[in-house]
Structures are given as C-alpha cells and as structure tokens.
C-alpha cells in the first residue's frame, strides 16, 4: 500500500521557536496533502488543504500565518508552526491523497508529536 | 451543521463481539470510513462503505445505512490488540472528511 512518512516524529522546543514538519509520500504522487491537529482524547480536527502548487485552504479558526504550509513538489508538504507556544503542543498528523485515485484513497502519515515547553 | 455521533466510550471481553455505532448527519455523502487509532499513533484505515449493506473483512465488519445516517463496526472474536480508539468519518458532498470523536475501546481479559 501506500506509504506516507513524517518527520520529526516528535520534537520538543522552547517557547517563541519555529518548528517545521514534513510530510512526503514515498511511493506515489500526491495533489493533495491534509494536515491535521489531535489534541489528547479527542478526534482530529482538520486545519488545512495542500495543494501542489498552489496555496493551502485553512479550516476557520486556524492561523494561516502561524501555520505554514508549503506544498512545493507531489511528495512533499511541509507544515511551520511559527512562535510556538504550549497550547501548540499537540499530535499533528498528515495524509495524502492519491493523485488521480479514487477520492477515497487517502493514506495517513504516523503523526509528529510537538511538545512546546 | 455537519455532526457525527459515536458512543465516548466502551468496554468488553476477549473473545466476544462488540459493535461500535455511528451516526451521522452531513452536507452531501460519498462514503463513510472506519479508522483504528491506538494511544500516540495515527489512524490507520478498516473500512469504507458507500452503499447500503454489509462489509465483512476477517475479524472486522462495517454496516451502513444511508437512509437512516447510520453505520456500525462490527468486531468479533477480540483480541487485547483490538484496545484503541475507533473513528468514524464520512466524506461529504466537498470530499472532506468529517470525523467522529471516537469511541475508545477497552478489552478486558
């Protein structure tokens, strides 16, 4: 099946510092990337759209400017939370959509674990 | 507003069957989507469902039910390996995944 990576797979930083996850798809190509935020015992939440090529779609309620996201090839997105602070802390997870497969086929990264102290 | 329900919480015994519901209310449907998550991992992918009926898969079943918002997961014979969080999730009319809070399964010996 499918593969999608993510790295780091967890990190650990100050307050006020920048930390930047990437999300690739290792054996397919991927027009669309969805990033995703789960905070303890709850569901996901979805915070953004990735678009190869063009600039991501973000869920209300959720910073574009805090929250970068670049989609610069078919395999790789990337997601920059800027100034991090504790309430940032949380599991984020990405998943990738087949490009050209069927809408259903959407395959989940192993999420990155950022704890912002 | 779009709205998916599915118990917070339950519990059963190794070797019986259990059935997580789901219900659902969403603007458009293209499928529904059962997800195993264990404690500090991502989902991982058990079923999908877009037509009435029932899917059966080893261990692992998944109803639905389109005229009435509803789908079931079905687990037999479980396993202490089978302890984790399931999610419920359907595509709407933008493809977007709308997820369930989960339903966090507890096996006891």
């Known amino acids: 099946g499918a593969v999608v990576s993510q790295h780091p797979s967890w990190v650990i930083c100050k307050s006020g510092t920048s930390v930047k996850i990437e999300c690739r798809s290792l054996?397919?190509?991927?027009?669309?990337m969805f990033w995703y935020r789960q905070f303890p015992k709850q569901s996901l939440m979805l915070m953004a759209t990735?678009?190869?090529?063009?600039?991501?779609?973000?869920e209300q309620g959720v910073e574009k400017d805090k929250f970068l996201i670049n989609h610069a090839s078919l395999t790789l997105s990337t997601l920059t939370v800027t100034s991090a602070h504790p309430e940032d802390s949380s599991f984020y997870i990405c998943?990738?959509?087949?490009?050209?497969?069927?809408?259903?086929?959407?395959?989940f990264g192993p999420g990155t674990r950022l704890t912002v102290l | 507003g779009q709205n998916i329900d599915q118990p917070t919480e339950m519990t059963a015994t190794e070797g019986a069957i259990v059935q997580i519901n789901c219900t659902y209310q969403?603007?458009?449907?293209?499928?529904l989507f059962w997800y195993q998550q264990h404690a500090g991992e991502a989902p991982t992918f058990l079923s999908y469902?877009?037509l009435d009926g029932l899917e059966e898969k080893g261990r692992f079943s998944s109803f639905l039910s389109r005229s009435k918002g509803y789908s079931y997961l079905l687990l037999k014979e479980l396993q202490m390996k089978d302890s984790a969080s399931y999610l419920c999730?359907?595509?709407?009319?933008?493809?977007?995944?709308?997820w369930g809070a989960g339903t966090k399964l507890i096996i006891k010996p």
């Open positions: 998943s990738a959509r087949l490009a050209g497969g069927e809408i259903r086929e959407q395959f």
């Open positions: 054996d397919f190509q991927a027009t669309t």
């Open positions: 990735s678009n190869e090529g063009s600039k991501a779609t973000y």
């Open positions: 969403t603007s458009g449907f293209n499928g």
């Open positions: 469902n877009v």
């Open positions: 999730a359907v595509l709407d009319s933008n493809y977007q995944l709308i």
